[in-house]
């Protein structure tokens, strides 16, 4: 009798771990749906690319105010976390962002309007606090410098879906070939400190 009910409680057990684990699994695919379908607009031809070289560095590159801030890549985990940060910022303008889907300018405007929130999700990323203080970014850098540092760390935070947009760029705006612009010839930038 003991070992039937040791063997119906692992049973049990074992239906739990694996549902619980089945719901991250959803939850992440989630993730990566809802604020790619937001960003997609975005990418690859509006959109910031990150250089072969900044991805094996496991660095972004975020310009703001003429000057160029590299940001290390965080862990697999701290990327999720992430996401989920970006999933509740795009949640707040999902709406409007939804009656646009089709008009990637009116998208690029309603994120742009939002600034303030998207720095803080860069200094929310920013974990080794190279970035400048909210209150200093606002004298220093664009709307347009700090969304674009958003869409190079989302590349970062989920590689995996844009190497799907750029593969399926059938469905979104970009270049004919499917792949973003070069950067080869592009000058270099220094970095801050």
């Known amino acids: 009798m003991e070992i039937v009910l040791a063997l119906a409680l692992g049973g049990v057990l074992g239906f739990a771990a694996g549902a619980a684990r089945v719901t991250a699994q959803v939850r992440r695919g989630r993730l990566v749906r809802t604020a790619g379908a937001a960003l997609a607009p975005l990418l690859p031809e509006a959109g910031p690319t990150r250089s072969l070289a900044d991805i094996w560095s496991n660095r972004i590159r975020v310009r703001l105010g003429g000057i160029t801030y590299e940001l290390p890549v965080l862990s697999i985990r701290d ?38 929130a998207c720095y803080g999700l860069l200094l929310s990323y920013d974990q080794s606090g190279v970035l400048p203080p909210a209150d200093e970014v606002t004298s220093l850098a664009t709307a347009s410098e700090i969304l674009r540092g958003v869409l190079l760390v989302w590349q970062a935070a989920n590689p995996k879906a844009v190497a799907g947009l750029v593969a399926g760029s059938s469905t979104t705006p970009g270049p004919s070939s499917g792949l973003p612009p070069s950067t080869a010839g592009a000058t270099p930038m220094s970095s801050a400190n």
């Open 79 to 116: 990327n999720r976390r992430w996401l989920e940060a970006l999933e509740g910022q795009l949640a707040a303008v999902a709406g409007a962002i939804e009656a646009s889907a089709s008009d990637p300018e009116t998208i690029l405007r309603l994120l742009l309007g939002e600034h303030e």
